[in-house]
């Protein structure tokens, strides 16, 4: 999952607003999909106090620009149909965009798996052959994670029809669900796809509701501070992390002076390098984890310190806390992500300069040494030196770093401000949520876990049918798949509690609906190529939930478990008929528990056609609980009458 950093983020988020000529937001291009039946909002930039009229379909609607230029104005609803040209015309200018269709329109957004290319998927190359259709359209959000809300999206974003030659860049999930609902409701449908890979939900929150939940505030404000003084932010969250290292670290007080720099450290190992220091040659690494330090140093001629502001110094494994001339400029916290730092004008300076790296883990800067630049302006690159200064510091081991709130990929409201806040004012039929998986885990970055996102995961969606103004806009989740390690006995699982969070906000919204995965996972890759059947469920949600149609929405579901006599009965809805076991009489997977202690139980199907699933004999005393599929990776073959699998769950015993 490469990442690439959109460092214009920053300066998009300090520039002033100011007049400018008629200009539409850069989500309405040619070939857009508006929402049928909802207000039409048409937004963008225009001389100050200039009339604006705006014309779609034969209707049209006028509205003025503000001091500032910018103007949004409001047709009414339109009935699916097209093409048609939208128009806007002020002070003797017009701007227009053609083969505009008014349709449904979804919004689809997530981590990698929402992002995951439909030409990587499972039988690409048979849907492709058949991918043509003017009615189908996408528009791919450019990534931008910015400090504070955008009027815009960041780069020229193209509405896309799909044909053979387009549908590999649309999001697979998105794009098999939405083509089973245009068959289906034969109106034109456009999805809008806007994910990162590895993002944590927190990314996706606007600061107004994040910052009433927990102990974000003071996040939300730092990151609020660093959209405005870059290099003020950088100096508080210098501070908070070194109080974290001084409380973890007893040598970091002396090591602080390795900062400075007129630290000399001719007395250091040189290195290269160019993978994990375990396998550098170097006395005391082959075996090491905690901390090392790094230092370069590389001489700008004025003109280029002027136009330096960027850093890129490839993965590192795996906390990294980086300088440049005494000044943090960044950090992160994944061993597979590139470090692309923005660096605030005036910290390059013409003559010497100082890279300061220190590095907490297990195997330090493991990138090619030639990727290693410091960024201009204009887009070129200055080579960093391929060797490094080299240190040791303390051994440490199953510890974690606390990012900086605007650190990617854990930040705190950046990824809404820079590629949802554009969107605010577009109406959409639903939205489909595939992420989780950045946020199974609790660790430094994520320190709520599982647990968090049960509170995390409706606050988005209150945020975002909030800020839409459609507080009934229907959310479609993409329940956690099968991935990690297989239980050969009953344990814990952060991806089995994550998967109840998720189900449960579904279970407790009527507006959401749940696509379960287990059965088309993949528990040696993250990222699964059965997109197909993926985005098929999520279009079998949406006809229940977005569309009203009378239908099961999805899986079984397990709704109550219950003893009688001996047994264990667990009932279950939306069996489509009765539930099933594939290659066996039995279910897999179940559990019954006492306090902490569980242990797996037979189970069997009550008979055809039933909706019941009996533990024979598993009520014995001090049983409490019943858990099924409760694994990162559970094998299952409990099934219901239409070949959905059946959802897993964590039910008290009655």
């Not at 190359?125 to 528009?139: E, K, M, S």
């Not at 931008?144 to 697979?172: C, E, F, H, I, K």
């Not at 999805?191 to 927990?214: D, K, P, Y």
């Not at 990222?527 to 099961?552: C, D, F, I, N, S």
Request: proline share 6%; aromatic share 10%; glycine share 10%.
């Amino acid at each position: 999952m490469k990442q690439t950093f959109f460092l214009l983020a920053l300066a998009a988020a300090c520039a002033p607003s100011q007049a400018a000529d008629l200009g539409l937001a850069r989500v309405f291009s040619d070939h857009a999909v508006l929402q049928r039946d909802q207000p039409i909002a048409v937004w963008g930039t225009a001389g100050a106090g200039g009339k604006v009229t705006v014309t779609l379909g034969g209707r049209t609607a006028s509205g003025n620009a503000d001091a500032h230029g910018k103007w949004k104005v409001q047709l009414p609803p339109q009935p699916a149909g097209g093409p048609y040209q939208l128009s806007v015309t002020s002070n003797g200018q017009t701007v227009s965009r053609a083969d505009i269709l008014v349709g449904d329109v979804y919004l689809c957004s997530g981590q990698s798996n929402m992002e995951f290319a439909q030409r990587a998927s499972t039988n690409a190359i048979g849907a492709t052959y058949i991918a043509h259709n003017d009615n189908l359209r996408y528009l791919n959000v450019p990534r931008n994670s910015a400090m504070a809300p955008q009027d815009d999206l960041l780069a020229p974003a193209a509405w896309t029809r799909v044909n053979a030659d387009t549908v590999g860049d649309a999001s697979a999930v998105c794009y098999y669900m939405a083509r089973a609902l245009q068959a289906n409701y034969k109106v034109p449908v456009g999805f809008i796809q806007a994910s990162w890979g590895g993002s944590t939900v927190q990314g996706w929150i606007g600061a107004e509701s994040l910052r009433t939940f927990g102990d974000y505030r003071t996040g939300i404000d730092l990151v609020t501070q660093y959209g405005k003084d870059p290099a003020a932010a950088m100096r508080v969250q210098d501070a908070r992390t070194e109080a974290w290292w001084r409380a973890h670290d007893p040598a970091t007080a002396a090591q602080r002076a390795w900062v400075d720099p007129g630290f000399d450290d001719s007395a250091w190992d040189t290195v290269t390098p160019a993978g994990s220091w375990k396998d550098s040659g170097i006395a005391g690494f082959k075996e090491f984890d905690g901390v090392a330090w790094y230092r370069t140093t590389v001489t700008l001629t004025e003109a280029q310190a002027q136009a330096a502001n960027a850093l890129h110094l490839g993965p590192v494994d795996t906390y990294d806390t980086t300088w440049v001339n005494g000044q943090r400029v960044g950090g992160a916290g994944f061993a597979w992500l590139g470090r692309d730092y923005a660096v605030p004008a005036g910290i390059f300076k013409p003559g010497r300069n100082v890279i300061v790296m220190r590095v907490l883990g297990g195997g330090g800067m493991t990138g090619a040494p030639a990727n290693r630049t410091i960024g201009l302006t204009d887009g070129q690159a200055i080579p960093l030196p391929a060797a490094w200064k080299v240190r040791r510091g303390s051994a440490m081991k199953g510890v974690a770093q606390p990012p900086a709130p605007w650190d990617m990929l854990t930040s705190y409201t950046t990824l809404y401000n820079g590629m949802i806040a554009p969107l605010v004012g577009y109406k959409f039929k639903l939205a489909a949520w595939y992420q989780g998986e950045a946020n199974a885990n609790q660790d430094a970055g994520n320190p709520g876990g599982p647990e968090e996102y049960r509170s995390l995961l409706p606050l988005l969606m209150r945020d975002w049918r909030q800020r839409f103004g459609q507080p009934a806009l229907p959310f479609l989740v993409v329940q956690l798949t099968s991935y990690g390690s297989t239980m050969t006995a009953p344990g814990e699982s952060s991806w089995a509690e994550l998967r109840a969070a998720q189900a449960d906000t579904v279970a407790h919204d009527p507006h959401a609906g749940l696509a379960v995965t287990l059965d088309v996972g993949d528990r040696f890759d993250i990222h699964p190529t059965q997109k197909t059947v993926v985005g098929e469920r999520l279009a079998r949600a949406a006809r229940a939930v977005a569309y009203g149609e009378k239908t099961v929405p999805g899986s079984p579901t397990a709704v109550a478990a219950a003893r009688s006599g001996n047994d264990i009965v667990v009932t279950f809805k939306d069996t489509a008929g009765g539930l099933k076991t594939y290659s066996a009489d039995r279910a897999i997977g179940f559990e019954v528990c006492a306090d902490t202690a569980c242990r797996y139980a037979d189970a069997r199907v009550a008979g055809k056609g039933s909706d019941r699933v009996v533990l024979p004999g598993a009520a014995t005393p001090g049983v409490t609980r019943v858990r099924y599929a409760w694994a990162d990776a559970p094998f299952v073959n409990l099934f219901g009458g239409d070949g959905l699998p059946a959802a897993p769950f964590r039910l008290d015993v009655r």
